[in-house]
């Protein structure tokens, strides 16, 4: 069960883990890597681009006759072996941007959840009575002292976007090295997996089907609830489509 802090960083209470994330996803590990994969890759531009022999410009003319020199026959000084000349199967302009069909998207990141739970990597912080402006203090309140913000687990901390206190949170936090702030819109499966720890205020955690999702009953309602809250964001490609 994931503990609850307040504004102070002392424990107030526990609340329930969601059914849908107490379930076993282990035999996802692949469903897992593609869509670590896909937000990885498809947000590259693929502009990297490379000329080949017959696109440098010269080298029209042979640049010694074939026979009676000593030397290599040559044919062009555009030719690979030569500086400034072509590249042989260089990159050229592509879109890296990979298909995921929605279930699976979906899956995968109901699994990045439950495995931040079952390794007891999910915190709440009550957020109605925040009020810190220092960021001394907000560490303290994360990592229990402003030393060990240094060398503490990375934390993610997720609100709802809009929510009272998303920007004092955001602004408090800016300048801790190991703490990164997102919102519930924006959340996806690598920033579930890379941080060793999350955050989550009182009203993200209610969008996970929280206490109040609980209350509508059912794991698969549990389910669509999360992940249309939280939403499974779109990536795309600054290239466009591909060739």
Do not use: C
């Amino acid at each position: 069960m994931p503990n609850v802090i307040d504004a102070t960083g002392k424990i107030v209470r526990d609340v329930q883990t969601p059914a849908i994330f107490e379930q076993d996803y282990s035999a996802k590990s692949h469903t897992l890597f593609r869509a670590v994969y896909r937000e990885l890759a498809s947000p590259r531009a693929g502009t990297a681009s490379t000329k080949k022999r017959d696109e440098v410009a010269g080298g029209g003319r042979k640049p010694w006759r074939q026979k009676g020199t000593g030397r290599a026959r040559q044919g062009s000084i555009r030719s690979p072996q030569w500086r400034h000349g072509g590249v042989v199967f260089g990159p050229q302009p592509r879109s890296y941007v990979t298909d995921l069909n929605k279930k699976e998207r979906k899956l995968a990141f109901l699994a990045a959840l439950a495995d931040r739970f079952k390794n007891g990597a999910i915190t709440v912080l009550d957020a109605a009575g925040f009020s810190l402006t220092k960021t001394n203090d907000f560490a303290k309140l994360v990592f229990g002292s402003g030393k060990a913000a240094k060398t503490g687990p990375s934390t993610l901390i997720v609100t709802v976007k809009g929510e009272a206190n998303a920007d004092a949170i955001e602004r408090v936090a800016r300048n801790l090295r190991k703490v990164s702030v997102t919102d519930t819109g924006a959340l996806d499966v690598k920033d579930v997996l890379r941080f060793e720890r999350i955050i989550f205020t009182t009203s993200a955690y209610d969008a996970l089907g929280g206490p109040a999702g609980s209350a509508r009953g059912g794991a698969k309602r549990e389910a669509r609830s999360a992940v249309k809250t939280l939403g499974v964001p779109e990536v795309q490609s600054t290239l466009g489509e591909g060739k």
